[in-house]
């Protein structure tokens, strides 16, 4: 089956600077790649995602980026800010099934 | 619209006891999957529900484990004799529909203590 490994597993920045979480996936079939970002106590919220027919995709101040040949993708926060400490996921998805398969998470702390 | 909904928020229980866990998931959504979450941990596939039916329960982890989908609607996540090992968070998530890829919207989780 799939498996998704994601690093790191913590990470701490500067508010202001960039943050970077990179996933590489096993399954050359999966073709749907989320981002769900989780606060303490709270639900998985979508916050990017990315398909196989696509490169690179941007929201603001959110990117994520795919490299199929290399199975794994990436996703990059520019000028953090500090609501942007929170656990991280990363996940890839196959066409048939449609289960999401996780990685182990990144916890996010922005330092003001 | 709203959203998809959990109950209970928290149960507690005692080793050995069966728990029943309610999913509602977004109206309309034909897709609806059960995940777990243990404390500091990532996200574990459970179930997997398209309709009525669960074409993939690769994920439950025993017998003890069970899970059924009534009108395509509400699902229930039970656990028989509950062990300390079940305590986790279990989240429900739906999407519109799997002939393709779409996304999963999660609800708020089930916070299981099982003392």
């Known amino acids: 089956g799939e498996n998704v490994e994601q690093h790191p597993s913590t990470l701490s920045v500067q508010e202001g600077d960039s943050a970077v979480i990179k996933c590489t996936y096993s399954d050359s079939a999966s073709n749907y790649f989320p981002w769900y970002k989780q606060e303490l106590g709270k639900r998985p919220q979508l916050i990017i995602d990315?398909?196989?027919?696509?490169g690179e995709k941007k929201d603001q101040r959110i990117a994520v980026t795919l490299n199929k040949t290399a199975k794994h993708f990436s996703l990059h926060i520019t000028e953090t800010q500090p609501e942007d400490s929170a656990v991280y996921f990363c996940?890839?998805?196959?066409?048939?099934?449609?289960?999401?398969?996780f990685g182990g998470g990144t916890r996010v702390l922005v330092k003001p | 619209g709203a959203g998809v909904s959990q109950s209970p928020s928290n149960k507690v229980t005692e080793k050995g006891k069966d728990v029943e866990l309610r999913c509602d998931p977004i109206?309309?959504?034909?897709?609806l999957y059960w995940y777990r979450q243990s404390l500091g941990q990532g996200l574990e596939f459970l179930i997997y529900f398209q309709g009525n039916s669960a074409p993939d329960k690769s994920g439950l982890p025993s017998d003890r484990f069970s899970a059924e989908r009534t009108g395509g609607s509400v699902s229930t996540l039970t656990i028989q004799r509950t062990q300390q090992e079940d305590s986790a968070v279990y989240l429900c998530?739906?999407?519109?529909?799997?002939?393709?890829?779409?996304?999963?919207?999660f609800g708020p989780g089930t916070r299981l203590l099982v003392l």
């Open positions: 990315i398909r196989s027919n696509v």
């Open positions: 996940a890839a998805v196959k066409a048939a099934g449609n289960k999401l398969t």
């Open positions: 109206s309309g959504h034909t897709a």
């Open positions: 998530a739906s999407s519109p529909t799997r002939d393709r890829v779409e996304t999963q919207y």
